[in-house]
């Protein structure tokens, strides 16, 4: 069974610049995570779908962070214009239904200039 | 709001050692709580978890945590560990009808087992 894959692994900014991040989920996972985890601490959940739906976005600072499931497999997670303070791994995690256990992607390590 | 501690940012051991990797919790309600490993460059593994039953749970190679409501507490265990356990451990709590689903994750503990 394939695991979560996410793409790009590595991306180099400036500060201003937009950059997205994609995530294939699991087959047949209904929910699905994104979580920014700054270099040395622990994941911090930025919003989560079942489905298509957005459950919780509270934690996604919405003014230039975006995240998209339009038919409730892949996603995509959008930073407008990034900041240095976005320099952190995303991470992609799928479950089968909310309350299972989550896989997790590879992530993808970001660094702003 | 439910927080969670680890009080421990890194343990050294020499392999054959038994660890125990420390997590405590702050929450009133019903709690469902897990571990995960990071090794270096990767995205978490799930180790195991607890929601309600027998206190003590059994995770994957070997790990077992268990769960103290006295204490706040869900610490992580290994009898015997092997070098390949070297990684960074995170404790994760949620809370009440989200129980599994919005999870809060600790700072992470590294564990560094020695030849």
């Known amino acids: 069974e394939a695991g979560v894959t996410q793409s790009p692994r590595y991306a180099v900014l400036q500060e201003g610049q937009a950059v997205s991040f994609w995530c294939d989920p699991i087959?047949?996972?209904?929910?699905l995570y994104w979580y920014q985890q700054p270099r040395d601490q622990g994941p911090q959940l930025l919003v989560y779908?079942?489905?298509?739906?957005?459950?919780?976005n509270s934690q996604l600072p919405s003014d230039r962070f975006s995240a998209v499931r339009p038919k409730g497999t892949n996603s995509t997670l959008k930073i407008q214009s990034a900041k240095q303070g976005d320099t952190a791994t995303y991470l992609c995690?799928?479950?089968?239904?909310?309350?299972?256990?989550?896989?997790f992607g590879p992530g993808t390590r970001l660094t702003v200039l | 709001t439910q927080t969670v501690s680890q009080s421990d940012a890194h343990v050294t051991v020499f392999e054959g050692d038994s660890v125990e990797l420390r997590c405590n919790y702050s929450?009133?309600?019903?709690?469902?709580l897990s571990w995960y490993i990071q090794h270096h460059g990767r995205g978490l593994q799930f180790l195991l978890k607890?929601?309600?039953?027998?206190?003590v749970v059994q995770g994957v190679n070997g790990f077992e945590a268990e769960f103290s409501k006295s204490d706040s507490s869900f610490h992580l265990r290994k009898a015997s560990v092997h070098w390949s356990d070297s990684a960074v451990y995170f404790c994760?709590?949620?809370?009440?009808?989200?129980?599994?689903?919005?999870?809060?994750f600790g700072g992470g503990t590294r564990l560094t087992v020695r030849p």
């Open positions: 994760a709590v949620s809370a009440g009808n989200n129980a599994g689903a919005k999870l809060t």
């Open positions: 607890y929601y309600s039953g027998n206190p």
């Open positions: 929450y009133g309600g019903s709690i469902y």
């Open positions: 995690a799928s479950s089968l239904g909310p309350y299972a256990e989550q896989f």
């Open positions: 087959s047949g996972h209904d929910t």
């Open positions: 779908f079942r489905d298509e739906a957005v459950i919780d």
